[in-house]
């Protein structure tokens, strides 16, 4: 699949999956972290997404991690996570949670939203 192609068929996940599936996260998995949350999006993608309550992402295309519930519900993050993740653009890797560490990561996704 190209990267472009990768992108759009994310994309596509998150809209489908924010509109079917309200169904809240912790009601699946184990009991999240967001420390460990956090560690996972600074280890993987803090390279170029700003992940914290403040400051500019690293590449300047890419929207800081608080200001994703602006065009997505958080929730529907977690099938793009789970089913490989892999946004459209040079040089990112293609993303794959365990479901507990999905858990993790949309409790700090949360967390850090802004209002
Ligand atoms: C190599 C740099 C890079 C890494 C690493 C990276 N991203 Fe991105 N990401 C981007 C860029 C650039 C965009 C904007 C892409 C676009 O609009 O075409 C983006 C967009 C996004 C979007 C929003 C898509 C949109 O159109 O609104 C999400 C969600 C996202 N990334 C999640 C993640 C997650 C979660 C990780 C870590 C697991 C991650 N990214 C790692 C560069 C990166």
Do not use: W
Request: with cysteine.
């Amino acid at each position: 699949m190209s990267a472009r192609l990768a992108h759009r068929f994310f994309l596509a996940a998150l809209l489908v999956t924010g509109a079917l599936t309200m169904s809240p996260v912790s009601a699946q998995q184990g009991t999240p972290s967001l420390k460990r949350g956090e560690a996972l999006l600074t280890r993987n993608c803090a390279r170029c997404h700003a992940i914290g309550t403040a400051g500019r992402s690293p590449h300047p295309a890419a929207p800081p991690f608080r200001t994703l519930a602006r065009k997505y519900p958080i929730d529907g993050l977690q099938e793009a996570l789970g089913e490989g993740l892999s946004v459209g653009h040079p040089d990112m890797p293609e993303f794959v949670f365990e479901p507990d560490d999905i858990a993790s990561i949309l409790a700090y996704l949360k967390s850090i939203q802004e209002r």
